[in-house]
Nanobody
Framework: VQLVESGGGLVQPGGSLRLSCVAS????????MRWYRQAPGKERELVAT????????NYAHSMEGRFTISRDNAKNTMYLRMNSLNAEDRAVYYC?????WGQGTQVTVSS
């Protein structure tokens, strides 16, 4: 099983990024998938969840309206579109599914 995130980087406040998570080694479409994040000195927190068919999504309160989680089961890939980024969004973002974790991708928001 492998989960590989990409798409992180440095963005200015108010900017946008799209993260990707490519999954392999398990039945991707059968599993809920989640994005988590961990800021420096803080515990890992749930960002968003998407059902196996992509029809149901849930978000942490502070991300709702700014972030959009989605998936493409044909590509075994999950996405996180992040808009209106601010300094509090700085963190390592992790992909989670089928009890496995990716290695994370760093998001830094700074002018």
């Amino acid at each position: 099983v492998q989960l590989v995130e990409s798409g992180g980087g440095l963005v200015q406040p108010g900017g946008s990024l799209r993260l990707s998570c490519v999954a392999s080694g398990f039945s991707f479409s059968s599993h809920y998938m989640r994005w988590y994040r961990q800021a420096p000195g803080k515990e890992r927190e749930l960002v968003a969840t998407v059902s196996g068919d992509g029809a149901t999504t849930n978000y942490a309160h502070s991300m709702e309206g700014r972030f959009t989680i989605s998936r493409d089961n044909a590509k075994n890939t999950m996405y996180l579109r992040m808009n209106s980024l601010n300094a509090e969004d700085r963190a390592v973002y992790y992909c989670n599914g089928a009890h496995y974790w990716g290695q994370g991708t760093q998001v830094t928001v700074s002018s």
